[in-house]
Each structure stands twice: as C-alpha cells, then as structure tokens.
C-alpha cells in the first residue's frame, strides 16, 4: 500500500493535533465550563469516509452526546469526481429541538452536506452545524458553509484516514496522494 503514495499531504501528527484543537473548540461552543451536563447534542457523521475522523475526534470531546450515522455516496467506485450525493437509508435520529453537527471528511462540491443538512433541517432542530476534517475552498460553495474545519487543502484527490480511493486506502495513518497512475482515466476518472 506504502508504494502506492505518490506522497503525504498531512501526516497522522498533524492530523492528530489538529483533531484536538477542533475537539476543543467545540466543547466551547457546545459545553462550556460547568455546563457539560446540560449539553443536548447529535452528532450527525456521514459515512463512510468520516469513520476514523469520527472515531478519533468523539474520544476527545468531554460533553454528553448520541451519535447517528448515515450512508452517502457521491464518488462510486474508481472515480475521483462527484457524480451528486445519494442518500442511502434514512435518518432516523429524533434531532427535533436538539443541537446538531453534521460531521464529514470532506466539503468539497457540498453536494453531500447540502442533501444531509435539508433532510435534517425539515426535522426542526435546535441548531445545524458541520464540522468537515478537509475543505477544498476552490470547489466549496458559500451556500454550504462548513463552521469548523480541521484543513484547508488544494484541489488533490486524497486518501488515507478513512477516505478510499475505489474502496481502497481508508486503513492509511496519514492524508496522501496517490502516484497519479493508479488513478483511472475515462469517464469520472482522472485527478480530481
Ligand atoms: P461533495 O459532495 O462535497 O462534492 O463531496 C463530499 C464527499 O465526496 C466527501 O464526503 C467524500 O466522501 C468525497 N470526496 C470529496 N473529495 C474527495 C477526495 O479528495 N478524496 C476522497 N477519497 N473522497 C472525496
Ligand atoms: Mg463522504
């Protein structure tokens, strides 16, 4: 798997660092001091690629919380290119007045966040956030704002840390490239 990377954009220590400044911030905004108890929030991840973000960034947060997850796909199989996010099953979390942050791996088109988050406002929450570990502001549309984001990254199409590439890569420690033959040319290919 090693010899597949063309090189490493963000390595695990940065990753980890990271991970616990955005926990921080989010125990201030959702639990600050003394009101830990009092916290009524849902997280809401996206899977598959928020799994390993997920994992590592709710053992650092100190609050009361339940945790939902949801299937979306926008990227089948070996393409790098969004072909438009499709819910696979329903929420079924009860978020009516609660706080909820939406969490994902990436924003990119926002494709995928847009369709979560109209699917989780019509259920009148308290509040909607989302937090995204990678955000490729070249593509991120401002009617898609993401309120924390652990990096701000070029427009790579990156693996490792829960992203795959054609199901493969989500075990990598680190956030990489691949070497840019292996990624497949033809319709939705190519480097995204
Ligand atoms: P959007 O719907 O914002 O276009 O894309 C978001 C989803 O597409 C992310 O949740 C992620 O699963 C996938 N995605 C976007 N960019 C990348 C990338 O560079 N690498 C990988 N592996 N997946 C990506
Ligand atoms: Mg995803």
Redesign the pocket.
């Known amino acids: 798997m090693q010899q597949d990377i063309d090189r490493i954009l963000i390595s695990s220590r940065r990753i980890a660092d990271r991970v616990g400044e955005l926990a921080a911030e989010l125990a201030r905004e959702y639990a600050p001091p003394g009101r830990e108890q009092s916290c009524d929030l849902t997280i809401v991840a ?1 899977l598959s ?1 928020s799994l390993i973000f997920l994992a590592d960034l709710i053992r650092r947060l100190p609050m009361r919380m339940r945790i939902a997850l949801v299937t ?1 796909s ?2 089948p199989g070996a393409s ?1 290119e ?1 072909r438009g ?1 499709r819910l696979f099953e329903q929420i079924t979390a009860d978020v009516a007045g609660r706080d909820v942050l939406i969490v ?10 847009r369709a979560v988050r109209a699917e989780l406002a019509r259920r009148q929450p308290r509040s909607i956030r989302t937090c995204v570990l990678l955000r ?1 502001p070249a593509k991120a549309p401002p009617d898609v704002p993401a309120d924390f984001v652990g990096f701000d990254i070029d427009n ?4 490792g840390y829960g ?3 054609d199901g493969l890569y989500r075990n990598l420690p680190d956030i990489a490239v691949l070497r840019p033959e292996l990624y497949t040319s033809g319709p939705g290919g190519g480097r ?1």
């Open positions: 996206i690629g979306v926008s990227y790098t969004s996010a994902d791996d990436i924003l990119d088109t926002g494709g995928t966040l490729k790579y199409f990156v693996v992203l795959d590439y995204a």
